[in-house]
């Protein structure tokens, strides 16, 4: 089955700890993004990438990092720079670079601050 | 002010009612309009989209653009409890190609 998977499903972390959230993708899919969404505020978009080996900053890019060494992965690190990182992450990736393709979601990542 | 506006709701209905969700935008260089849904803790599914002003129907789902108003609209007829979702709308400029979404409207719909 194609499609997106976003790993862990829930994950908790200390203060001043770094994260790695992972996503993966086998839809042959150019863009992948990463967005954050707090309640009762939609999605905001952290990072996007068109292509392997680059990547642009969103909206609310600081205290997170990301990379695209493969074109089926694009994992989002949480840095302790992030003040108030709380909150659901969710992966998407659409097949072209431009245009108005759909965008696919994952199932998302629970992040929670202890 | 955002740049699309979307009342966060909850917004309960009793089970075969007709259902309107709307949005509001201030940029007109938005193009292509969106609506998603999601269930909660997943992530969100594109339900309809559309690029003119007017009417595009799919089954009980009904997507509504008034350009010259900056207002779209969703429609569910004969509402069911497995519609209770947030529903978000999402914008499109032609510039860049991002999205531009909504808080999203949470629906209840009770038996």
């Known amino acids: 089955d194609g499609g997106i998977t976003q790993s862990p499903k829930y994950l908790f972390r200390k203060e001043g700890q770094n994260v790695t959230l992972s996503c993966e993708q086998n839809?042959?899919?150019?863009?992948m993004y990463w967005y954050r969404q707090d309640p009762g505020q939609g999605l905001r978009l952290i990072y996007y990438?068109?292509?392997?080996?680059?990547?642009q900053k969103g909206d609310i890019a600081e205290g997170y990092s990301v990379s695209r060494e493969k074109k089926e992965s694009f994992p989002l690190t949480v840095t302790s720079a992030q003040k108030n990182p709380t909150a659901f992450y969710l992966c998407?990736?659409?097949?072209?670079?431009?245009?108005?393709?759909?965008?696919?979601f994952g199932p998302g990542t629970r992040l929670t601050v202890l | 002010q955002k740049e699309v506006e979307q009342d966060p709701g909850p917004l309960s209905v009793p089970e075969g009612a007709i259902v309107s969700l709307n949005c509001t935008y201030s940029?007109?260089?938005?193009?292509?309009f969106m609506w998603y849904r999601q269930y909660s803790r997943k992530g969100p599914e594109l339900l309809m989209y559309?690029?003119s002003s007017g009417n595009k129907e799919d089954g009980r789902f009904t997507a509504q653009v008034d350009k010259s108003s900056k207002y779209i609209s969703l429609f569910i007829r004969d509402s069911q409890p497995s519609d209770s979702a947030t529903y978000l709308c999402?914008?499109?400029?032609?510039?860049?190609?991002?999205?531009?979404w909504g808080a999203g409207t949470k629906l209840i719909i009770k038996p």
């Open positions: 998407a990736s659409k097949m072209d670079r431009g245009g108005y393709g759909e965008q696919f």
């Open positions: 839809l042959n899919h150019d863009a």
């Open positions: 990438s068109q292509i392997v080996n680059d990547f």
């Open positions: 940029n007109s260089a938005f193009q292509y």
């Open positions: 559309t690029y």
């Open positions: 999402a914008m499109i400029q032609y510039s860049n190609y991002q999205l531009i």
